[in-house]
Nanobody, 119 residues
């Protein structure tokens, strides 16, 4: 069974930093494309950052580029999102997503972790 567990969400002041983690199990982590999404109340879920299963290519939403950094540690089956210079607009539930490339090609979601940037 695929399992994705996010952690690291917290309440922080504008300009602060957080590092989110996504612990993965139940699949071949190194073959999966991993992503962070977020969803604020009343808004659609949006892609924040993605790191592929081949060559560790990364993509970022324009709103977080230069502030957030996505990474993965295949030996630990863990993906990270380093968030710096946080803004109130970053407030959302952040979700881990896995696409199981080269196997089932299925997509899976974690339960989310709350990030709140105070004003």
């Amino acid at each position: 069974q695929v399992r994705l567990v996010e952690s690291g969400g917290d309440l922080v002041q504008p300009g602060g930093s957080l590092r989110l983690s996504c612990a993965a199990s139940g699949f071949t982590f190194s073959w999966a494309t991993m992503s962070w999404y977020r969803q604020a109340p009343g808004k659609e879920r949006e892609l924040v950052a993605r790191i592929t299963s081949v060559s560790d290519s990364t993509n970022y939403a324009d709103s977080v580029k230069s502030r957030f950094t996505i990474s993965r540690d295949n030996a630990k089956n863990t993906m990270y999102l380093q968030m710096d210079s946080l803004k109130p607009e970053d407030t959302a539930v952040y979700y881990c997503n896995a696409r199981l490339d080269h196997t089932s090609w299925s997509t899976h979601w974690g339960q989310g972790t709350q990030v709140t940037v105070s004003s």
